[in-house]
């Protein structure tokens, strides 16, 4: 599972026309989810997203998690960050899950995220989704997590 995570002033989602999610300040996570994901990496994910330091401190460093500045989470189901354009000039779709599979996992993240104390907005799944962000810094970051080792 791996997200693509920008620090922002405020961001949005719409759809048709229609806001489905907004948030101040906070984090923007497009949330990408691969066959082999599951809800350990849907808990691991949330608790990285809640506990990542990107926000400054005093001392002007990226030294606070989104959880200590009162910060704000829109989670977005982004299945095109495991398109792989290796080959050719059109990506493939085979690292990202079936919809059927990801949904839930991307329901998970938002469930555990909020479980953590977090504000959360989303998108809305499968929907041709408009995403607006103010991308503060600019501070983008991807984060990825993997199953434990056995």
């Not at 906070?26 to 994901?37: E, F, I, S, W």
């Not at 977005?76 to 960050?81: D, G, I, K, R, Y």
């Not at 977090?118 to 503060?136: C, S």
Request: aromatic content about 4%; hydrophobic content about 50%; charged content about 20%.
């Amino acid at each position: 599972m791996r997200a693509l995570i920008q620090r922002v002033t405020r961001a949005s989602v719409t759809v048709d026309g229609e806001l489905v999610g907004a948030i101040g300040a906070g984090l923007c996570a497009l949330v990408g989810v691969t066959p082999t994901d599951g809800p350990v990496e849907a808990r691991a994910l949330a608790a990285k997203l809640w506990h990542l330091r990107v926000f400054e401190g005093a001392d002007g460093r990226m030294d606070r998690p989104v959880a200590a500045v009162g910060g704000e989470v829109l989670v977005v189901s982004q299945f095109t960050l495991y398109g792989d354009t290796r080959k050719g000039r059109r990506p493939s779709w085979v690292a990202a899950a079936p919809p059927e599979q990801a949904e839930p996992l991307i329901e998970a993240v938002v469930a555990e995220l909020r479980a953590l104390g977090a504000t959360v907005a989303t998108g809305r799944f499968r929907a041709d989704m408009a995403v607006e962000l103010v991308n503060d810094g600019p501070v983008t970051l991807l984060v990825e997590v993997d199953a434990p080792s056995a």
